[in-house]
């Protein structure tokens, strides 16, 4: 059966009291027990019943079984938020004493979760350029727990060779984990790339129409230990399970998944080509671009147009400024995959509070708008982004 008929049509385990053709949601902290015996079975973890909603809840299981199913993965957990999945994921594995070693491209609170959180806690960082293998190589130690990438960076929109990066990674017998966020998982096969775990940010493509707050963690070839450490401890102890009426919402947003992203991709490839051709904008990236630098990696992993984010380079803030607001389309707003197209100037926003040599060492340039493209007809957003230039 086809992906997407798979994320219309998969069946949850139990018929539904009254026949409900979608999942109901199931508003409940906790489940009542026949008898003693089945709450022990249910409480050590060794049946299916669910015992309380911060830890099992059946609107939440039904969004993981469904991503199980469209990934072939050995576990799904749901969490609250994109942070959530990956600060649990990274506590899951990492402990005093050992390193992460990972690139200094990452999402900001990604950075500053391993670069300042978890260095509190005696976890350390070592930061290399993840597509220069010999430079990994040479970044491994026997303290290594781990190797940490984002499949496309934000905004610099770099691409490593992951069935590389990941051979090196178990040579070392290390796991590569991997953000997922930028690409979703309907287009391509994280387990034959090599990935080990993927984590998510399901605010983004997955919940469709910016509804809703959540994140997912995909086990693809994990030990038992960490399988169950990631529901017995780190849902039990940190609490961070996504909340039912999120995976209802986000469950929706799974069925159009592979039809949204269809279009909005068309529309990146079309706006990116129109923009390169517009005067004022002195470059665009996109990696579906053929001139793009990472152009060949990026459609031979993701297919030949890899995600709905584009950046532009203009003169200099100012041009940056202006161009942000003459838009009347376009959202000023940050997130991504919406519906709706967004643009944002990172330098000043999300990297805000970030120093000047501090931009430079992540190569956040403040001449770049990032742009996320959604749902719209594609004519309207060229439209607005010619209008927009001419200030
Ligand atoms: C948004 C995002 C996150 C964080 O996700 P939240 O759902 O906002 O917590 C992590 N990684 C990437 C690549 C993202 O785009």
């Known amino acids: 059966m086809q992906k997407q ?55 939440v299981t039904y969004f ?29 594995l990492a402990a005093s004493g050992r390193t992460i070693l990972t690139s200094r491209h990452l999402f900001g609170n990604t950075l500053a979760l391993i670069n300042g959180t978890m260095r509190r806690f005696g976890v350390e960082v070592v930061f290399c350029d993840l597509t220069d293998l010999n430079a990994v190589e040479a970044a491994i130690s026997e303290k290594t727990c781990c190797i940490f990438m984002e499949i496309m960076t934000n905004p610099q929109l770099e691409v490593v060779d992951i069935p590389a990066l990941s051979s090196l990674a178990h040579k070392h017998r290390l796991p590569l984990i991997a953000d997922t966020t930028m690409v979703p998982f309907t287009v391509f096969d994280g387990k034959a790339l090599g990935i080990d775990v993927e984590v998510v940010s399901s605010t983004k493509y997955i919940s469709g129409g910016a509804t809703s707050i959540g994140g997912i963690v995909i086990e ?49 490839l079309l706006l990116a080509e129109a923009l390169e051709k517009m005067p004022g904008v002195k470059a665009v990236r996109y990696p579906g671009l053929p001139n793009d630098a990472f152009h060949h990696v990026a459609t031979r992993q993701f297919g030949a147009r890899p995600g709905a984010m584009i950046t532009m380079e203009l003169a200099d803030k100012e041009s940056c400024f202006a161009f942000l607001d003459r ?24 990297f805000g509070n970030f120093t000047e040599e501090q931009r430079r060492s992540i190569d956040i340039s403040d001449r770049i708008i990032r742009l996320s493209v959604g749902l719209e007809a594609v004519e309207d957003l060229i439209e607005d982004v010619r209008q927009a230039l001419e200030a």
């Open 327 to 350: 838009l009347n389309l376009i959202r000023r707003a940050t997130n991504l995959f919406d519906n709706r197209s967004l643009a944002i100037h990172p330098a000043s926003t999300i």
């Open 220 to 268: 693809h070839s994990v030990n038992p230990e960490f399988k169950q450490r990631m529901r017995q401890e780190m849902l039990m102890n940190f609490g961070a399970y996504m909340t039912p009426h999120v995976a209802y919402m986000q469950t929706l947003g799974l069925e159009t998944l592979a039809v949204r992203y269809e279009k909005q991709t068309q529309n990146a």
């Open 5 to 59: 008929t798979k994320a219309i049509h998969f069946d949850y385990q139990r018929p539904d009291a009254y026949g409900a053709l979608s999942m109901p949601v199931y508003h409940c902290a906790a489940y009542e027990f026949e008898n003693a015996a089945d709450m022990v079975e249910s409480f050590c973890g060794r049946s299916d019943m669910p015992d309380y909603s911060r830890v099992t809840n059946p609107t």
């Open 64 to 92: 993981e079984r469904k991503i199980q199913a469209l990934t072939k993965a050995q576990d799904v957990v749901a969490f609250s938020s994109g942070m959530a999945a990956i600060s649990n994921t990274l506590f899951c």
